[in-house]
């Protein structure tokens, strides 16, 4: 009798061995191939997102290479011609931006050299309070200020910025190639992967569930474009709605800034802080300590607010809302695996494992534990 409790301990052990090996194997397999994992999700992304316009093409009696091809050029083109805008504006504020960051450290050396100075005029008046009747006999200690110290925050962002322009020369030709393959990879998942799913399950799967599995894929596929494309509609008129606050106001490179307000939001919470610092310091840069930067400004938030608290809960179903901590704990574990990337897509990504989820019996308190 007293061998069934060890037994079940035995087993309780090697199952937790077994699932903590296979965690590290999937974060070590995440971290060391994740250029070619991050392009298969971006693929397959965009490719849930342009599947539901090729299916409708193809309803229409339009060949699928052919509706591919056209859905694809929809997004090539106007995504190139926004790229030849803002070349101008990029190229700007580059140069803008160093001089920007050196009046910065020189402010800085400013504030630190009077706290030197503050710091030395207290210890002279300590040191005269507490000489002594013989105290000319000591050596008094004198205090040394090197101009290595009041430098180092100017050069420490110089060299940052070296380093980024070195690192952008280097990884633009291999993103540029990357991109060319994620066209092409998007190209034949839209036109060959239904084909090949539908040979896979007439193959492999019995007759009796081949249209449960038809269902359950065409289920899939359906509210995973949805949840893609509906995000995209809402993130591209926050863009459009920021731009037109941003011209109003006789904000300068309002494409650019518009811009990076949409494209930061598939980025919940880090992305919005993110594109508010950036306004705040366009605009300031632009018209210094004016009430116009605070009108900007409180107008970048109230427009991330009203999309976060009331039109995204509104649009989206409750099958795709996820606590905001299990979230932010992704962002930080996708993050530090995929970088910057790995940041835009990691909110997609996770409601579309919980989608897959919801469609299981045996994984829904794993959908429960997701949206409490």
Same mark, same amino acid.
């Given at each position: ?10 087993? @309780? ?12 194997? =999937? ?27 090729? @299916? ?6 339009? &060949?699928? %290479? ?28 580059? $140069? ?37 009747? /013989? ?55 839209? %036109?060959?992967? &239904? $084909? ?12 009796? $569930? ?5 269902? /359950? ?56 802080? /993110? ?39 509104? =649009? ?6 996820? @606590?905001?901590?299990?979230?932010? =704990? ?38 429960? /534990?997701?949206?409490?």
């Amino acid at each position: 009798m007293t061998s069934l409790p060890q037994e079940k301990k035995s087993i @309780n052990k090697s199952l937790v061995c077994h699932i903590t090996l296979t965690t590290l194997a =999937v974060i070590y397999t995440a971290y060391f191939a994740q250029e070619l994992i991050l392009l298969l999700v971006a693929t397959i992304l965009i490719s849930l997102l342009l599947s539901s316009g090729v @299916n409708a093409l193809e309803r229409l009696y339009v &060949p699928r %290479v052919l509706g591919a091809l056209f859905l694809l050029s929809c997004l090539i083109v106007p995504t190139s011609i926004l790229v030849i805008q803002l070349e101008a504006p990029i190229t700007k504020w580059t $140069k803008i931006l160093p001089q920007v960051s050196t009046h910065i450290s020189k402010e800085l050396d400013k504030y630190q050299s009077i706290i030197e100075t503050s710091d030395v005029e207290t210890e002279e008046n300590t040191q005269s309070d507490n000489d002594s009747w /013989f105290s000319w006999f000591e050596e008094k200690p004198k205090m040394e200020t090197s101009s290595e110290n009041k430098s180092m925050i100017q050069t420490q962002i110089k060299e940052s910025l070296f380093s980024f322009a070195g690192e952008f020369m280097v990884l633009a030709p291999f993103a540029l190639i990357q991109l060319i393959t994620a066209i092409i990879l998007i190209l034949f998942t839209l %036109v060959y992967s &239904p $084909k090949l799913f539908r040979h896979y399950v007439q193959l492999f799967v019995e007759k009796s $569930k081949q249209g449960n599995a038809f269902k /359950f894929v065409q289920n899939v596929q359906q509210q995973l474009s949805r949840y893609i494309l509906t995000v995209s509609l809402i993130n591209v008129v926050l863009s459009l709605l920021a731009m037109i606050l941003f011209t109003i106001m006789g904000l300068e490179d309002a494409l650019l800034w518009g811009l990076i307000v949409g494209f930061v939001n598939f980025i919940p919470f880090i992305g919005p802080a /993110f594109a508010l610092s950036a306004i705040a310091l366009a605009s300031a840069v632009q018209w210094g300590m004016d009430i116009k930067v605070l009108i900007v400004v409180s107008g970048v938030l109230s427009l991330n607010i009203l999309e976060s608290q009331l039109i995204t809960p509104l =649009v989206l179903s409750k099958n795709m809302r996820i @606590n905001p901590f299990i979230i932010i =704990v992704w962002l930080f574990i996708i993050g530090w695996l995929w970088g910057l990337i790995g940041l835009l897509i990691a909110v997609p990504l996770l409601v579309c494992i919980k989608l897959i989820l919801t469609l299981f019996e045996q994984t829904q308190p794993w959908v429960k /534990f997701l949206e409490t």
